[in-house]
Nanobody, 127 residues
């Protein structure tokens, strides 16, 4: 079992940067694949980025590639999402998610493949 808590959201202007953090409980944090998703009202939750257990593998949605960076600190049980050059279309509630992959390097892209979710943090980008 793991409990996830996101922080770092807020209201920014287009072109600004934000860093989201997701702190996790649990002694086996290092064995989890971690992902970031986002959702706007009326739409399905959308994959943003994911990072494998040791950080060797990462993957990004095309819409954020080159602007967002996912990283993790297993010693601090925390995953981060650095978001640069933010655009109004990045406005959403951002969620972190986790699933045990038993130290596999796999990356999952679908929300229903993740078992644990945070409560979400709002990111609003004004034009």
């Amino acid at each position: 079992q793991v409990h996830l808590v996101e922080s770092g959201g807020g209201l920014v202007q287009a072109g600004d940067s934000l860093i989201l953090s997701c702190a996790a409980s649990g002694r086996t944090f290092a064995s989890y694949l971690l992902g970031w998703f986002r959702q706007v009202p009326g739409k399905e939750r959308e994959f943003v980025a994911a990072i494998s257990w040791g950080g060797a593998n990462t993957n990004y949605a095309d819409s954020v590639k080159g602007r967002f960076t996912i990283s993790r600190d297993n010693a601090k049980n925390t995953v981060y999402l650095r978001m640069n050059s933010l655009k109004p279309e990045d406005t959403a509630v951002y969620y972190c998610a986790a699933v045990v992959t038993y130290y596999s390097g796999e990356i999952y892209f679908e929300a229903n493949e993740y078992d644990y979710w945070g409560q979400g943090t709002q990111v609003t980008v004004s034009s």
